[in-house]
């Protein structure tokens, strides 16, 4: 299948971070996997508010969000896609702090904390109902992106500003890993189809080299980070299930949640490990870094498909059912 890689060079430059998400076909890939895994009062509700606009699946409702951060009503939602972590993996230190990057509160982290409970707030209107579906699309959007560690990364603007080639094509770093490796994959495995490669990890994670893994992947174990932005911090080990739940607790108040700040600094250790680990000039596409890359990419979308989907699951069965 063709498609049109956009060698953005005068676009890379003029933009920020927010310029790029995980391209449509890594967000499909999230949500599609999630699908498969979501448990009855979870898998209702999506197919309820989803409707037939999306087909009732977040797959094709995953893309909402990235789709209308530049449109003039929803410009204010850029920053939620990302957090900026100002270190220096260059250097080989690679770390998140949400007191350091998320100080302002608006970030991916806190984006994520507040569609969780308009999500889960049955005493909205029917309209703000309505409204909160559409924030639900963005909350897969949020634990989509926070799986891809450049946008858990602040040097040069998210790697934006790094000139890189993918499949001899000019192109940024950003990009490469947002959309390039992706799709010279999908291409050269999956016939260019998202569902053949979501299909792919979801066996992968039901009977495959995945399925060990899944447990760790529902355990957020904790942070050093200092408790002053969490009143919750000393159980070991951290779930999802209690993540999710303590926040939603109703005697609580604001329980800041765990799992995200956790799940980024794991994406962002890649950064370190991989993503800056090409030589000038290199080919991000094809031969070592390329062969390095994509085990990365496959196992970031399969892990936070996943976690998408017991996240949903915690919320409306109570239970990650996983
Ligand atoms: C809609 O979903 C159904 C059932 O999951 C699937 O068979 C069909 O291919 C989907 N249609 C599109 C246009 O993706
Ligand atoms: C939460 O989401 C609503 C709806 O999008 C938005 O109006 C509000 O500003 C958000 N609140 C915070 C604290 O981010």
């Keep these: 299948m063709a498609r049109i890689i956009v060698a953005g060079l005068a676009v890379a430059a003029a933009c920020t971070q927010t310029a790029f998400a995980w391209g449509n076909l890594g967000h499909q890939t999230v949500g599609y996997v999630a699908q498969a895994f979501l448990a009855p009062n979870a898998l209702d509700f999506v197919q309820t508010s989803l409707g037939s606009t999306y087909n009732e699946s977040l797959g094709p409702a995953a893309t909402w969000a990235d789709s209308v951060k530049y449109t003039p009503g929803y410009t204010w939602s850029k920053p939620l896609h990302f957090v900026d972590a100002e ?60 799986g891809q560690p450049l946008h858990v990364e602040a040097y040069e603007v998210g790697g934006n500003d790094i000139d890189a080639v993918c499949g001899g094509k000019s192109t940024n770093l950003h990009s490469a890993w947002d959309t390039g490796i992706l799709e010279t994959n ?25 399925k060990s893994l899944t447990d760790d992947w529902l355990e957020c174990s904790s942070t050093t980070e200092p ?56 080919d991000l596409c094809t031969g070592t870094y390329y062969n390095k890359a994509v085990p990365v990419i496959d196992l970031q979308l399969a892990k936070q498909g996943y976690r998408l989907a017991a996240w949903l699951n915690v919320i409306f069965d109570g239970d990650t059912n996983l």
């Design 87 to 146: 270190d220096s993996p260059l250097s080989g230190s690679c770390s998140v702090s949400e007191t350091r990057d998320c100080g302002d509160g608006d970030c991916i982290l806190s984006a994520i904390a507040n569609y969780t409970t308009r999500i889960a707030k049955t005493s909205l209107s029917k309209a703000q109902r309505q409204e909160a579906l559409k924030f639900l699309a963005c909350l897969l959007q949020f634990l989509g992106d926070i």
């Design 186 to 210: 999908l291409d050269a495995t999956y016939d260019g189809e998202v569902s053949n490669y979501a299909a792919a990890l979801i066996k992968r994670i039901k009977t495959g080299t995945y």
């Design 227 to 282: 408790a002053s932005r969490r009143r919750f911090f000393s159980h070991v080990p951290y779930t999802v299930d209690r993540d999710v739940s303590r926040f939603l607790d109703k005697r609580a108040t604001i329980t800041p949640l765990e799992c995200p700040l956790v799940w980024a600094k794991e994406s962002n250790a890649y950064c370190c490990s991989t993503v800056f680990t090409y030589s000038s000039g290199q």
